[in-house]
């Protein structure tokens, strides 16, 4: 590919330059004003402080959010991740028209709008009185189950099936080979299906909107009512930053943990 | 005995999936075609009302009016900026796209409420702009940037942006090089390579991109709310101002508006892009 003219090079490169500084600046912006030591936004700040962050764990509501989050994003991304990979295990080698349709409504949530899903199940679960945390924990489940089918189904289809019939053949039932040949092959995909989901459930919105209670909430849904009703506070962006800094740490760990490669593949 | 445990497999994700999404979609559209009702979630009357009075207000008809025009221009300029950008990663030698990538992959996974209140904190009356204008002596009374349909769409589009240039990128980074190669053997020269060759080769990532960018506006009620304000409602907010309001029957209505306007555009870019035509052509 070198066919390049520079001018059309200079294009691209200044258009990645601005992409990029439109794509970051904000959250830059976020984590820069978390460090402020003043009572309001000031950019750039006079100095440096961790009062915003101290503020953040002073205050309950902020405090509970953060993990009930928390407690929902290992929660969902865990149920999320067994029920993907026993789709994804049984489609990866079928074919034909029900195996087409299933795959499908596994892969729907993905791109369904999710305010529209948050609705209908806020109409059934006020219809049969659902509780508030179970759920939030299944509709985080429902959003997450797609990453990790498709992930774990990616990690199967690549997988040599004879490998799985050499078990079998040697006297493995089904459990066996399952637990003792597919699970550690695919693992990877496993893995990354199970950040995704976390990372997913961690910062979903629109269902929470509707599904949220009173005493119950979840982080973002916090940080959207305190920008809502109360303004820019800086404790949003010491808030902001703590969900950033997971991410990093979530990110980065896989990435030991897995690899590059495999993250930017499996979206 | 082998297939009774692989049916098995099957019945948690399916069960999971029939009952806590089909299940609670088709619940939807039975309450969007029943009446409203005082103590009731719905009426016991069967009734297209909800539907019919919500088309023929000129009210919603502004809105969704104004929600189209909005998601065109984010879907154009992610598009415009987005294409550059990809072909851009895709040239890049494998090591350092993998870089780029997750710099695009990550701020998808922070919250996109967290990146709106990033645009208030450049955009607010206090914000960065303001701020530097002032500083540099340009203005004297801050400028209002925030609460327009134009923060939306620069909310939006970056927010979004991610999503269109991965899409772009994987399917031109997966492009044999040898169908430009033959091209500009035959004499094209770049100019016309890119037009007849490139483009309609990377139009699966197109598409793909534009469904992406284009569902997520139609849903992003957070970011809508807080870059837009009341001024700038679109018919995301219409779904939730009726849900504070207890107007059930009324938001599933408008929940289906939604997904027919969803599906019908989906229609037309898979119709115009035609993306399965390359698929499996590529190697």
Redesign the interface.
């Known amino acids: 590919?070198k066919?390049?003219?520079s001018p059309?090079?200079a294009?691209?490169?200044s258009?990645?330059g601005?992409?990029?500084l439109?794509?970051?600046?904000?959250?830059?912006?976020?984590v820069v004003?978390a460090f402020s030591p003043t009572d309001?936004?000031?950019?750039p700040p006079p100095g440096l402080s961790l009062r915003w962050f101290v503020e953040f764990f002073r205050l309950d509501n902020m405090r509970n959010a953060f993990v009930l989050s928390l407690e929902l994003a290992l929660l969902s991304a865990t149920v999320a991740t067994?029920?993907?990979t026993?789709?994804a295990?049984?489609?990866a080698r079928r074919h034909g028209v029900i195996a087409g349709l299933?795959q499908s409504?596994?892969l729907?949530?993905l791109?369904?709008?999710?305010?529209?899903?948050g609705?209908?199940?806020?109409?059934?679960y006020?219809?049969v009185g659902m509780p508030v945390f179970p759920g939030l924990l299944?509709?985080h489940?429902?959003i997450g189950?797609p990453y990790c089918?498709r992930t774990v189904l990616a990690s199967v289809q690549a997988l040599d099936p004879s490998l799985e019939e050499a078990g079998q053949s040697l006297g493995a039932g089904?459990?066996r080979t399952l637990f003792l040949i597919t699970l550690p092959l695919i693992w990877h995909g496993v893995l990354s299906g199970w950040l995704f989901a976390f990372?997913v459930s961690?910062?979903?919105?629109?269902t929470a909107?509707?599904l949220s209670g009173p005493g119950l909430t979840t982080?973002?849904?916090e940080?959207?009512s305190y920008?809502?009703f109360q303004g820019?506070q800086l404790v949003?962006?010491a808030a902001?930053t703590l969900?950033?800094a997971l991410?990093?740490v979530m990110?980065a760990g896989i990435e030991r943990v897995v690899g590059?490669?495999r993250?930017?593949r499996s979206? | 005995m082998k297939s009774a445990w692989t049916w098995a497999l099957l019945a948690p994700p399916l069960a999971v999936a029939l009952i806590f999404f089909v299940g609670p979609l088709v619940y939807l559209f039975y309450v969007s075609v029943h009446a409203a009702s005082p103590s009731e979630l719905y009426g016991d009357a069967l009734t297209l009302q909800n539907y019919s009075s919500i088309l023929g207000d000129s009210f919603y008809l502004r809105i969704i009016q104004r929600t189209l025009g909005t998601a065109a221009v984010i879907l154009g300029l992610c598009l415009i900026i987005g294409y550059p950008v990809a072909y851009f990663v895709a040239l890049l030698p494998s090591r350092r796209r993998m870089v780029v990538l997750l710099l695009l992959l990550f701020p998808l996974m922070v919250s996109n409420v967290v990146r709106a209140y990033g645009w208030v904190a450049i955009l607010g009356r206090r914000g960065v702009i303001n701020t530097g204008l002032r500083d540099l002596g340009l203005i004297d009374v801050p400028l209002d940037l925030l609460y327009s349909t134009e923060a939306v769409v620069v909310g939006l589009m970056t927010i979004l942006l991610p999503y269109m240039v991965i899409s772009i990128a994987n399917t031109l980074s997966g492009l044999d090089p040898r169908y430009e190669e033959a091209a500009q053997s035959l004499g094209a020269g770049p100019i016309r390579t890119f037009v007849h060759v490139t483009l309609p080769l990377s139009t699966p990532g197109v598409a793909s991109g534009m469904l992406l960018v284009f569902l997520l506006t139609l849903s992003a009620y957070v970011t809508i709310t807080l870059l837009g304000g009341p001024r700038s409602k679109l018919l995301v907010s219409m779904i939730y101002d009726s849900v504070v309001s207890f107007q059930w029957p009324r938001a599933a209505a408008l929940a289906f508006i939604l997904l027919a306007i969803a599906l019908a555009l989906t229609g037309i870019i898979m119709a115009v892009l035609r993306p399965a035509r390359v698929q499996g052509t590529g190697r």
């Open positions: 590919m066919l390049a003219l059309g090079r294009l691209r490169g258009a990645t601005l992409a990029f439109l794509i970051l600046a904000p959250i830059g912006v976020v004003a309001y936004f000031e950019f067994v029920l993907g026993l789709g295990l049984f489609l299933m409504l596994f729907a949530p791109v369904f709008p999710t305010i529209i899903l609705l209908a199940l806020l109409l059934l006020k219809t299944l509709a489940c429902v189950m089918f089904p459990a990372v961690f910062g979903e919105l629109n909107l509707f982080l973002p849904i940080i959207f920008l809502q820019s949003i962006a902001s969900q950033i991410i990093i990110v590059l490669g993250i930017i979206r």
